[in-house]
């Protein structure tokens, strides 16, 4: 009898413990994955189904409600991966951990992998052409974006939102070019300034401010602990920035504790201020929105002075008449609004993809005219794109519906033909 009565009691503390086992977990799970951008691959399946076992296996970890985490894959040429996802709270250190593994691990296709690298490669390589290639070079220092999608993930009150971006990043390397790191140092100076640079810095743990050890006191050479208390002059000179550990790897010349780059060391603050853009210290719309140069009012070129007795220049040649009537048309369609926003987390998103080769808004219709056909006129009609300025960024993307930006191209006036209908 006693033996039976301890063989139920140990039966009813093994299915207490089953119980609350099942418990523990959440189900059934209910998913879906939403596109977050035009031309960008979705999440394989395989991270999907993975998604929700994560869900079910640490959901609970999570508070009951609404949750949404950011998560972002970096993957350089060698497709070495670095994973985070942010807004992660500590008591979900097993959901985190399930859900880095599976980016991680997860496939990447090849096609937009290699489209991701050669669009970085030729970006890099063609920052020093001019203005706007150096802004499109450093619209793309955190990444090319290949996978942008949203995953959604529902269960017994619980919501989990998780917008993720693969990206892919360039190695270091491409801060040993002087001449881009220089003009992205005074591209920093021009838009912050330097002291708002060194601020970012020291926000970011790359930067401290130290006190120098026996100054001398300008008044009267003695040590300034050994005197009066000095001018705030001198107490200021007393002590220097330095770089800390944490800074990029190559802004320290040999070892922590080197002196900071000063407001003339362009090739340095541009080191410092590409690695505050991937980071996000320094957002892309800070860095490239320069207060515009005051205008200066060139003097007058001199009139040329007259020449005596100068023979005149020869008509011009008669204008040959076309074959057929000058009729050219451009018959528009419908215009997409190409201009340039930032989100809060300063990535560049726009209204509408902008379309080569135009560089923003465009108009998109068709082009009709006469051409010469043996010996008759014929009519031809072509798909075409109208360019309609430069492209602007507008500030803050706000709520608006917005979508990545697309590469675009150099024009922004006039009806380029895209082929024959």
């Not at 031309?39 to 076992?53: C, H």
């Not at 912050?192 to 601020?199: A, F, R, V």
């Not at 108009?363 to 010469?372: D, E, S």
Request: proline fraction near 8%.
């Amino acid at each position: 009898m006693r033996t039976m009565l301890a063989m139920v009691f140990l039966g009813a503390i093994t299915i207490g413990h089953a119980l609350i086992g099942c418990t523990s977990r959440l189900g059934p799970v209910r998913v879906s994955q939403t596109e977050g951008g035009i031309d960008r691959a979705n999440l394989p399946s395989i991270a999907i189904e993975q998604s929700v076992e994560c869900m079910v296996e640490y959901g609970r970890q999570l508070e009951p409600g609404r949750h949404q985490f950011e998560a972002i894959v970096e993957v350089n040429e060698d497709r070495h991966r670095n994973v985070g996802i942010d807004g992660l709270p500590n008591t979900a250190p097993d959901f985190g951990a399930c859900m880095r593994n599976i980016l991680r691990n997860m496939p990447i296709a090849e096609s937009p992998f290699r489209e991701g690298v050669v669009t970085l490669k030729y970006l890099r390589e063609h920052a020093n052409d001019g203005q706007d290639a150096l802004i499109r070079f450093i619209e793309v220092i955190h990444g090319v974006p290949i996978v942008v999608s949203k995953v959604v993930l529902e269960a017994e009150g619980y919501t989990v939102v998780i917008p993720v971006a693969v990206r892919v990043v360039d190695k270091p390397r491409f801060i040993d070019d002087e001449r881009i790191m220089a003009k992205l140092g005074q591209m920093a100076i021009d838009s912050l300034g330097y002291e708002k640079i060194m601020t970012r810095a020291e926000d970011m743990g790359w930067v401290e401010t130290v006190a120098v050890e026996q100054a001398l006191s300008v008044a009267d050479k003695r040590f300034i602990a050994d005197g009066p208390p000095p001018s705030s002059a001198v107490v200021e000179a007393a002590f220097k920035r330095v770089m800390t550990r944490a800074a990029p790897a190559a802004l320290l010349a040999s070892q922590a504790d080197s002196p900071a780059p000063g407001p003339g060391d362009l090739v340095a603050l541009g080191i410092l201020a590409a690695g505050l853009v991937a980071v996000g210290g320094i957002t892309v719309y800070e860095l490239v929105t320069a207060p515009p140069a005051a205008a200066t009012t060139a003097a007058p070129a001199p009139a040329p002075a007259a020449q005596p007795n100068a023979t005149p220049p020869p008509p011009p040649p008669p204008q040959k008449q076309p074959a057929c009537p000058q009729n050219e048309r451009f018959i528009p369609e419908h215009t997409d609004d190409a201009r340039g926003c930032y989100t809060k987390k300063g990535n560049l998103q726009c209204y509408a993809t902008r379309h080569y080769p135009c560089a923003g808004v465009h108009t998109h219709g068709r082009v009709t005219y006469q051409q010469m056909r043996g010996s008759r006129c014929v009519e031809i009609d072509k798909e075409a794109v109208r360019c309609e300025g430069s492209f602007q960024i507008t500030g803050r993307c706000g709520s608006v519906s917005t979508t990545t930006c697309g590469d675009g191209g150099p024009h922004t006036s006039g009806i380029h033909v895209k082929g024959k209908k």
